[in-house]
């Protein structure tokens, strides 16, 4: 059973009496090779806030899946609203009143807020969707939760927030009493965060209950009623996010004490890595996406890009990496203009690419790990040993990286398939550190990476940083983009807007100026 290693819950008096919402006893959840949920106990009061926090496969994914009817348990109880259940499917989760809000949205992009909301739930009794009910009852839920939806917007056109505020309406329209969101504010800015726990306390007022996973252990402090903490597949506490520090927090996490942080120091030469020249990139149509960039990344130097998601940090990763073609400007590395180079003659001449998304760029998930390894460095050691497959020196330097990079698998040979999502993003850190390029472009480089790594993962940056790599940093994470670049861009609808001193601005000030709320004063 769970021990209590910090302050125990059940302090505020009365608390104890509130009936519980969810509590799942002795859960044990095994893989081949991997057990990734041992014994768990978990005890979630209806109305409140509850989070889940954990080291990168620690088994919280697991966890909330498991709740949410995609995988069922090998032992243990489930038990919602104070009954035994037994789900099959998430249909079966669902219609006991629990809602899951995955991580990456799965909307239409091209379809409405309501075409996205009834999308794939029960018709009526009649057997047809009314569609006049369906739109009564989204305003219904939209005003009684504070969600500000427009039924009739196009969801391309909707921020971030806001999409998951459909994704929450989605669930919330099924009638979910329990909500689950997994990693919810990874995507979002400051701005957006309070919004969405805004949104929480609204659905707590009305007496639901909200269960997330988070690796920002200050949000969890401020928006969590209690905590659980999981360790190595099972529970290690509960924690009073009153009386704990994030600090705390983390060491219960890692079963450790962490190290302090230091300060930073200024390693930029003046030899530049990365030109950009009056770069443009179109859309099908010719709609600038990234507008006219000039920008330069010398050795040393992070040059860090702080943007909402969707205002052409992707594509300027894609004109730097040589994946889509440039309507105007050029790129240069080390001097060399590469504007018609492929993208494998750029890695070739010393790029490394970190890439937003792992699942489709970064990663076969249904290849073993020492072939991720090789992914994108086909034509080098260790992969090839003269004009053969050197399998033998590619898992043994996959057996490397796990061991340095602390990827967290039974080895070489498992699929990454198997891998949780903090553990894939570390072996892909890995392999594209090991190639020691002399640019890196680093796309949200720690996303659900938990604490402890992130750390690893930052000073591995700065070690390379210091012997001379250039890095283009792209992150959600303000802290990441403050804490990492000497040099900080702001990025909206395309443009460079503002470029600021990372030592002197604040997250609130750089969110500010994302959005476009700031004037552009602080533009160099
Ligand atoms: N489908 C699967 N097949 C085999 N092993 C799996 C599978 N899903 C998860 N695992 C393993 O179970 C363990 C727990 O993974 P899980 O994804 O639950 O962790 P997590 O705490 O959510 O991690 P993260 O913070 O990195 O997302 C890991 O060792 C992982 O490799």
């Known amino acids: 059973m769970a021990s209590a290693d910090s302050p125990a819950d059940g302090h505020g008096g009365a608390a104890d009496d509130v009936p519980l919402a969810v509590e799942l006893r002795g859960i044990t959840k095994r893989f081949p090779g991997v057990v990734a949920n041992r014994d768990i106990a978990l005890r979630v009061r209806r109305g409140e806030v509850h989070a889940i926090v954990g080291e990168n496969g ?33 249909a079966d989760a669902i219609a006991a009143g629990i809602g899951m809000v995955h991580q990456h949205f799965m909307l239409a992009d091209n379809f409405t807020v309501l075409e996205n909301v009834v999308l794939g739930s029960e018709p009526t009794k009649a057997g047809r969707l009314d ?6 009852r989204i305003t219904d839920i939209s005003d009684r939760y504070s969600l500000g939806l427009r039924p009739d917007a196009l969801v391309e056109d909707l921020g971030v927030g806001d999409r998951q505020r459909v994704e929450i309406a989605k669930v919330l329209y099924r009638d979910a009493r329990t909500l689950i969101l997994d990693e919810p504010t990874a995507v979002l800015v400051p701005q957006e965060v309070d919004e969405l726990f805004a949104n929480l306390a609204e659905l707590k007022r009305e007496g639901l209950t909200v269960i997330f996973i988070s690796h920002k252990l200050d949000e969890v402090r401020r928006v ?28 219960l996490m890692v079963g450790a004490e962490l190290p302090s942080p230091e300060v930073r120091t200024s390693t930029v030469r003046e030899v530049p890595v990365l030109q950009m020249v009056g770069v443009t990139v179109t859309d099908g149509g010719r709609r600038p996406v990234v ?37 105007a400007g050029s790129v240069l590395l080390g001097g060399e203009d590469v504007t018609g180079w492929s993208t494998r003659a750029r890695r070739e001449g010393g ?78 850190v890995g392999r594209e550190m090991s190639a020691k390029p002399r640019l890196l472009v680093a796309a949200h480089p720690t996303r659900g990476v938990d604490v402890g790594a992130q750390a690893v993962i930052w000073e591995l940056l700065k070690d390379a940083r210091a012997e001379g790599l250039g890095i283009v940093l792209i992150s959600a994470d303000l802290d990441e983009l403050i804490g990492l670049s000497d040099t900080l861009h702001v990025m909206l609808r395309g443009r460079l807007v503002a470029t600021l001193d990372p030592r002197r601005v604040t997250p609130e000030e750089l969110g500010g100026h994302m959005t476009g709320a700031r004037t552009t004063a602080g533009a160099a």
């Open 131 to 136: 569609l006049a009910e369906a739109r009564r």
């Open 58 to 90: 620690a088994g919280k994914s697991t966890l909330m899946r498991t709740l949410y009817g995609e995988h069922r348990p090998d032992e243990g109880q489930i038990l919602v609203d104070g009954r035994e259940v037994a789900f099959r499917s998430p």
């Open 291 to 327: 507008d006219d960039v000039t920008l330069t990344v010398r050795e040393g130097e992070v040059v860090g890009i702080a943007g909402v998601e969707g205002n052409g940090q992707a594509e300027l990763v894609d004109a730097i990496m040589g994946l889509r073609p440039l309507a």
């Open 224 to 251: 969590a009623d209690s905590i659980t903490v999981i360790r190595r597949g099972t529970t290690v506490g509960t924690a009073d996010p009153r009386t704990t520090t994030a600090r705390q927090l983390a060491e």
């Open 351 to 428: 790029v490394g690419f970190i890439p937003e998304d792992r699942h489709r760029q970064g990663m076969l998930l249904d290849a073993p790990l020492w072939e991720n390894r090789i992914l994108g460095h086909q034509t080098r050691p260790p992969a090839v040993r003269g004009p053969f497959i050197d399998r033998r020196g590619a898992r043994a330097d996959t057996a490397r990286i796990m061991r340095e990079y602390d990827v967290r698998a039974p080895g070489p040979d498992t699929l990454a398939v198997a891998l949780s999502g903090g553990n894939q993003q570390k072996l892909i």
